[in-house]
């Protein structure tokens, strides 16, 4: 079956750097995204990854190894507004997106 | 730009009836989908369209219908509300197969609970 893997929580402090991992088991593969879910709003997309390596997006980054089915969301200086939960997400060779459940960060002044 | 909007924001529904919640874009993206979320679950696809027309079934369809009359609608229907079917609903559209990434972006979200 299909499967995306990521923690359930975590826990950073304000001005520090936090990683959030995914693991991912899909039919095919068609690119890795990445949004971001304040509680009671939308999924608003935040990257994109197809081939292996690290994009850079301001105080974002995220990081792909395919042959490792593996990717990382890694967030700089952190703010309190990047309380939220992070959502990882494989597109599949159907061209659907598989979820993961997200993983619900908690900034610490 | 709207972008895509959803209708209605919430909605208490009894048992047994129907609704149809609304979705409308603005972007002329070809692709359109219906999510459900619940807590502690990934979204998960009802049913999708890759182009007007057109509809299939995504891993959660039982109990819910679609129909993609024109590219701007995406209307999704309980024809008979069961309790199991109370969650956030989000409607979401991608330009799929064109120059970008196919990425999907979201609607407000309908907050149904069936009572």
Known sequence: ?109 | TAGITQAPTSQILAAGRSMTLRCTQDMRHNAMYWYRQDLGLGLRLIHYSNTAGTTGKGEVPDGYSVSRANTDDFPLTLASAVPSQTSVYFCASSDLGGAGTDTQYFGPGTRLTVL
């Open chain 1, 1 to 109: 079956g299909q499967n995306i893997d990521q923690p359930t929580e975590m826990t950073a402090t304000e001005g520090a750097i936090v990683q959030i991992n995914c693991t991912y088991q899909t039919s095919g593969f068609n690119g890795l995204f990445w949004y971001q879910q304040h509680a009671g709003e939308a999924p608003t997309f935040l990257s994109y990854n197809v081939l292996d390596g690290l994009e850079e997006k301001g105080r974002f980054s995220s990081f792909l190894s395919r042959s490792k089915g593996y990717s990382y969301l890694l967030l700089k200086e952190l703010q309190m507004k990047d309380s939220a939960s992070y959502l990882c997400a494989v597109m599949d060779s159907n061209y659907q997106l598989i979820w993961g459940a997200g993983t619900k960060l908690i900034i610490k002044p």
